[in-house]
Each structure stands twice: as structure tokens, then as C-alpha cells.
T-cell receptor
Framework: GNSVTQMEGPVTLSEEAFLTINCTYT??????LFWYVQYPGEGLQLLLKATKADDKGSNKGFEATYRKETTSFHLEKGSVQVSDSAVYFC???????????FGKGTTLSVSS | GAGVSQSPSNKVTEKGKDVELRCDPI?????LYWYRQSLGQGLEFLIYFQGNSAPDKSGLPSDRFSAERTGGSVSTLTIQRTQQEDSAVYLCASSNTGGTNYGYTFGSGTRLTVV
């Protein structure tokens, strides 16, 4: 079946450090890939997405590239801020409107 | 309303009681999803409704869990004979399935505590 595996946290960084959160997936065909973010006390929000191989999703300084050859969608940011502290979820969907399948989430904590 | 509305926001129940959780999706969204978020388990898919099609119940963890969607709009997730391991945040989402639209919108969730 379809599944998403992401690196376990917590990830603890100092402000302005480089961030990578690894995500790999297992799926038949060509899923679409997402990163969602959940800030403390808030709901789940879409951070970025990519719908086909080699697409790069980007938002708020975060980027992720859909790599079909390695079945990966790693999240990166060049310089994290304290306000980036949150839980990050990688997810896939086979077709628009079907259920998102999530990884277990990675907690990021950024200190000043 | 503008977003996905869930009620109640918090629910404390005694072990063995039944609970009902409600989700009001965005008007016009044809698809509705239920997820469970618990520590160490991330976001588990529970059930998915798409229009008038039979729901995808493949994620329901046991026969104590069921869900309905009336009139293609409001959905109710029912947990019978609650157990302590059912304690979690239950999230609902809805989406518009046209074309390549990936606009999934999540509610704020219902935090269920079974004591």
C-alpha cells in the first residue's frame, strides 16, 4: 500500500541554521506530494506541494523537490527562524480528492 | 462558514461510553475525511467520503468506529464503548475534487479524552 516515512524528531536547531527533514514514500504510479505544518496550538496548514516528478514546491523559504528516482521529497530551508518551530508532516495522495496519507510528523524546535 | 468546523472542541468521556464527533465541511466540498492524531502515531487516516459513493472505511481501527455523512454535507464520527487508547485529537478535512485541485482544508479538531 501507499505509505510515507519521514525522519524522526525532534530536530533541534539554532536560528539561521540549515534545515533538512527527510521524507520518502512508497506508492504505485505517480502520487502528488505535500508538506503540511502544524504550529503550536494551531490547525494543520498546507506548506507546499509538488504534483509531478522534478517539480519543486516552495513557500515561506521552504523548498522540496519531487524526486521519483529516489522516491523522496525532502524539506529544506536555508535559514530557520524561531517562528518555524512546529510539527512538519510529509504526505502523499494518489489522485485529487482522495485521502492524504501522512508520515508520523517531525517536530522542529528552533532556539535563538 | 469559511472553514471546516468541528464540534465539540474538547470532549472528556468515561471509558465504555459512546461519543459522537461532528464535522461541518466547507460548503460545496464533495469529499470529507476523518483522521486521528495521537502522540507517536502521527496522522492516521480513518475514513473518507466522496460524493454519493460508498465511503472508504479502510482506516477504521475497529468495529467500534463508524461514520455517517448526511445529505453530502455534515458528518458524524461515532466511537462506541470508548477505550483509553481512543484518546486522541480527531481531525476532519474537506476538499473540492475538481481536476487537479488539491485544496484540502482541515478543521481544528476534537480532542477526545477517555478517563
Amino acid at each position: 500500500g501507499n505509505s510515507v516515512t519521514q525522519m524522526e524528531g525532534p530536530v533541534t536547531l539554532s536560528e539561521e541554521a540549515f534545515l533538512t527533514i527527510n521524507c520518502t514514500y512508497t506508492a504505485t504510479g505517480y502520487p502528488s506530494l505535500f508538506w503540511y505544518v502544524q504550529y503550536p496550538g494551531e490547525g494543520l496548514q498546507l506548506l507546499l506541494k509538488a504534483t509531478k516528478a522534478d517539480d519543486k514546491g516552495s513557500n515561506k523559504g521552504f523548498e522540496a523537490t519531487y524526486r521519483k528516482e529516489t522516491t523522496s521529497f525532502h524539506l529544506e530551508k536555508g535559514s530557520v527562524q524561531v517562528s518555524d518551530s512546529a510539527v512538519y508532516f510529509c504526505a502523499l495522495v494518489k489522485w485529487a480528492g482522495t485521502a492524504l496519507i501522512f508520515g508520523k510528523g517531525t517536530t522542529l524546535s528552533v532556539s535563538s | 462558514g469559511a472553514g471546516v468546523s468541528q464540534s465539540p472542541s474538547n470532549k472528556v468521556t468515561e471509558k465504555g461510553k459512546d461519543v459522537e464527533l461532528r464535522c461541518d465541511p466547507i460548503s460545496g466540498h464533495t469529499a470529507l475525511y476523518w483522521y486521528r492524531q495521537s502522540l507517536g502515531q502521527g496522522l492516521e487516516f480513518l475514513i473518507y467520503f466522496q460524493g454519493n459513493s460508498a465511503p472508504d472505511k479502510s482506516g477504521l481501527p475497529s468495529d467500534r468506529f463508524s461514520a455517517e455523512r448526511t445529505g453530502g454535507s455534515v458528518s458524524t464520527l461515532t466511537i462506541q464503548r470508548t477505550q483509553q487508547e481512543d484518546s486522541a485529537v480527531y481531525l476532519c478535512a474537506s476538499s473540492n475534487t475538481g481536476g487537479t485541485n488539491y485544496g484540502y482544508t482541515f478543521g481544528s479538531g476534537t480532542r477526545l479524552t477517555v478517563v
